[in-house]
T-cell receptor, first 113, second 114 residues
Framework: EAGVAQSPRYKIIEKRQSVAFWCNPISGHATLYWYQQILGQGPKLLIQFQNNGVVDDSQLPKDRFSAERLKGVDSTLKIQPAKLEDSAVYLC???????????FGDGTRLSIL | AQSVSQHNHHVILSEAASLELGCNYSYGGTVNLFWYVQYPGQHLQLLLKYFSGDPLVKGIKGFEAEFIKSKFSFNLRKPSVQWSDTAEYFCAVNAQGSARQLTFGSGTQLTVLP
């Protein structure tokens, strides 16, 4: 089966600019996750969708981060405006249902100058 | 809130040595436990999982982990490592129930010397 697809793989922007990441989960997976992984740390959940509804966004900095999964399939994560501390790898994952093992994409490595 | 601790940030072993990576979690209720692995240049992938039943679980590539509820631990083991096991290993936990947010440890970088 095809894995979780993410784009772009790398992105370099200046602080205060905006950026968007895209994720296409494994076909049929109802649950989609966005994680932030800062260098030297484990992934931290930003937001979790069940189909097109938000299950958990308690750790999403909502003043600058937004995410949507309008048709319950692919998803976009946006940062506007970016700060230096947003430099990280942004991972997308999906699972058949909430609580089941997650399948991860390759991630987008974001560097803020 | 749940949390996960991985005791070793970097482990260096020679081929054929035995491996044990520590993982402890804090959560008062019933949990599901996972070990994920990230090989150089690849995405995170599931190594093994524990949901219920036999506390000794076997995963891919000869890895196993034992859930010890009284110690809140889920240590990863392999009797004889290979150079190809060089990777970063993450322990993760989610609570059984409605929330089920997956919480990761900070990871252990394993380097196996040929």
């Amino acid at each position: 089966e095809a894995g979780v697809a993410q784009s772009p793989r790398y992105k370099i922007i200046e602080k205060r600019q905006s950026v968007a990441f895209w994720c296409n989960p494994i076909s049929g997976h109802a649950t989609l996750y966005w994680y932030q992984q800062i260098l030297g740390q484990g992934p931290k959940l930003l937001i979790q969708f069940q189909n097109n509804g938000v299950v958990d966004d308690s750790q999403l900095p909502k003043d600058r981060f937004s995410a949507e999964r309008l048709k319950g399939v692919d998803s976009t994560l946006k940062i506007q405006p970016a700060k230096l501390e947003d430099s990280a790898v942004y991972l997308c994952a999906s699972s058949q249902e909430n609580g089941q093992p997650q399948h991860f994409g390759d991630g987008t490595r974001l560097s803020i100058l | 809130a749940q949390s996960v601790s991985q005791h070793n940030h970097h482990v260096i072993l020679s081929e054929a040595a035995s491996l044990e990576l520590g993982c402890n979690y804090s959560y008062g209720g019933t949990v599901n436990l996972f070990w994920y692995v990230q090989y150089p240049g690849q995405h995170l992938q599931l190594l093994l999982k524990y949901f219920s039943g036999d506390p000794l679980v076997k995963g891919i590539k000869g890895f196993e982990a034992e859930f010890i509820k009284s110690k809140f631990s889920f240590n990863l083991r392999k009797p004889s490592v290979q150079w190809s096991d060089t990777a970063e290993y993450f322990c993760a936990v989610n609570a059984q129930g409605s929330a089920r947010q997956l919480t990761f440890g900070s990871g252990t970088q394993l380097t196996v010397l040929p």
